[in-house]
């Protein structure tokens, strides 16, 4: 690839830019500095983030941000849009090459607005959908009460079997009995693999639409480490952030069943789309962040990404494995994806004073329900960690056993006070701390490999 003059301007532009930040608000750049070292500087194990590569964030930053185009490439109700069709296209090809799907629409915001885009395109108000519960392993937009989901819709759950598994049996009982015109498929903390074809049978045998989130798992199905659902479901959404190392947005996608009528008669499910993102939904997109998902997507393309989602799941396992070996009860008794779900109640410590700690020590995980949680959503009885952002630093399973012997010591030397109140000393926090340094400078951020041709 050679450089134009116009692409060093836009570096220079970029450079520019940061350094305007630096003079004119130092204020604001200090903040902006101290996340960015902060990042840097602990293990991050949510498991809903990664590390976007500089490249995707700074599509965000560049002055497509400013051109206003309502529409979609080659129909929009502004001037201007020649380069934004273009960069809108690319991401669309991009987005059907990766998922194998017919139609994809990149434009909403979140993966929380892509749900409530197919909602609201096969549903009315009123109307019922079924979901996995949030305290199973769902997600808010699933169904829950919290959401628009479960009150503008009349949410039923499904839940898990004994074993921890997906109970498919009861989602089933449940969407005969109750007849859903969706059924929402996808997970936020649960580390199993899902039967899509199980769902679709259950979805055809009630007449229902089947919609797959696979916003955890969107890097493992795009490097076939997990099975894809794009032709078992009706529709599938994903944000690009979490699993795809991209910018923030969402994506929707349809496969074989793009052309498929919707619940009218007349208007395709891919038109569907079209018209309830725009203008339904939202007006003009965020075009810098629609460059950043493209730029994701090219990643989550190349022969490299391979390597990195195998890793996640590499990581996830030896993590899952390390915790089993201390003594914990690992929920779902193991995984399959990049999450690891923890019962830290049966060591005596909530959720929530596991996750603080855990942070005060450079390790950022979040507090999460368990099934059949005794604790409320911020108290909580478990912890969830993800390995998204540790295969991005390029470590070794054998990382993992010290990261699991740091939180158990951590854990370990926590004196829980209540449910939320705990005491740990400075002295042993600091050390653990320089010990996590240790580790984030051994295992540095690694930038995406060499340039990528889609
Ligand atoms: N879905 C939430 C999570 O899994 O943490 C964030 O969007």
């Not at 979490?242 to 919707?262: A, F, N, P, S």
């Amino acid at each position: 690839m050679t450089m134009t003059d116009k692409d060093t301007d836009l570096a220079r532009f970029a450079a520019a830019a940061i350094e305007r930040l630096r003079v004119q608000d130092p204020e604001l750049y200090a903040i902006l500095d101290n996340e960015y070292s902060r990042q840097a500087n602990v293990l991050t194990m949510v498991a809903s983030s990664s590390i976007a590569d500089p490249s995707a964030l700074i599509c965000e930053a560049l002055p497509t941000m400013n051109v206003t185009a309502e529409g979609y490439p080659g129909a929009r109700f502004h001037a201007g849009c020649r380069h934004i069709d273009e960069i809108e296209q690319l991401a669309i090809d991009r987005c059907k090459a990766v998922f194998g799907a017919q139609f994809a629409n990149v434009q909403t915001m979140s993966a929380t607005s892509a749900n409530e885009v197919v909602m609201f395109s096969v549903m009315k108000p009123g109307d019922t959908l079924l979901g996995l519960e949030l305290d199973f392993g769902g997600h808010l937009t699933h169904g829950s009460k919290a959401s628009l989901s479960g009150q503008v819709f009349n949410a039923i759950g499904y839940g898990l079997t004994k074993d921890e598994r997906i109970d498919y049996d009861q989602a089933r009982e449940r969407a005969l009995e109750h007849k859903p015109k969706l059924i929402i498929c996808g997970t936020t903390a649960y580390s199993r693999t899902i039967d899509w074809a199980r769902f679709r049978a259950i979805a055809d045998e009630v007449g229902a639409y089947l919609l797959a989130d696979i916003t955890h798992i969107a890097g493992l199905v795009a490097a076939g480490l997990h099975p894809s659902p794009i032709d078992h479901a009706h529709f599938t959404t994903t944000c690009t952030h979490k699993q795809m190392y991209g910018g923030r947005g969402g994506l929707v996608m349809i496969g074989k069943d793009h052309d498929q009528l919707g619940p009218d008669g007349k208007t395709t499910l891919a038109k569907l789309i079209q018209k309830r993102v725009f203008p339904y939904f939202q007006g003009a997109p965020n075009q810098s962040a629609i460059a950043s998902k493209a730029r994701g997507l090219a990643f989550v393309a190349s022969p490299e990404f391979q390597g990195v989602a195998q890793r996640v799941v590499d990581l996830a396992a030896a993590l899952a494995d390390a915790f089993s070996k201390k003594g914990y009860r690992v929920v779902f008794g193991g995984t399959d994806n990049h999450i690891v779900v923890v019962d830290v109640m049966e060591k005596g410590i909530t959720g929530v004073n596991a996750e603080k700690a855990l942070e005060a020590c450079g390790i950022v995980v979040n507090k999460n329900r368990i099934p059949y949680d005794q604790k409320p959503p911020h108290v909580t009885s478990g912890i969830r960690l993800g390995t998204n952002g540790l295969a991005i630093r390029e470590m070794e399973p054998s990382d993992m056993v010290e990261c699991v012997d740091l939180i158990d010591e951590i854990l370990g030397a926590l004196k829980q006070v209540s449910d939320r109140e705990f005491e740990l000393d400075p002295a042993f926090q600091a050390s653990i701390e320089e010990r996590v340094r240790a580790i984030t400078r051994r295992r540095p951020i690694r930038s995406y490999p060499a340039p990528l041709d889609f």
